[in-house]
């Protein structure tokens, strides 16, 4: 049961970053070098490699 509720939190995690990411993007005009967008970017993969490994 603690998996599956973790699994939800970090599905939505996950689905928060993403429209931050995309967002984030537009704002600096599909710069995808921009540092900021680096970092958020890096963030979503992290938090896509910790659901890669519950599931």
Sequence with gaps: MCNKNK????INE???????LHDLICKKQYNLTDSE???LSELLDQLLSQYHNIK
């Design 7 to 10: 699994l939800i939190e970090l």
């Design 14 to 20: 996950i689905e928060i970053v993403k429209v931050e």
């Design 37 to 39: 967008v680096v970092k």
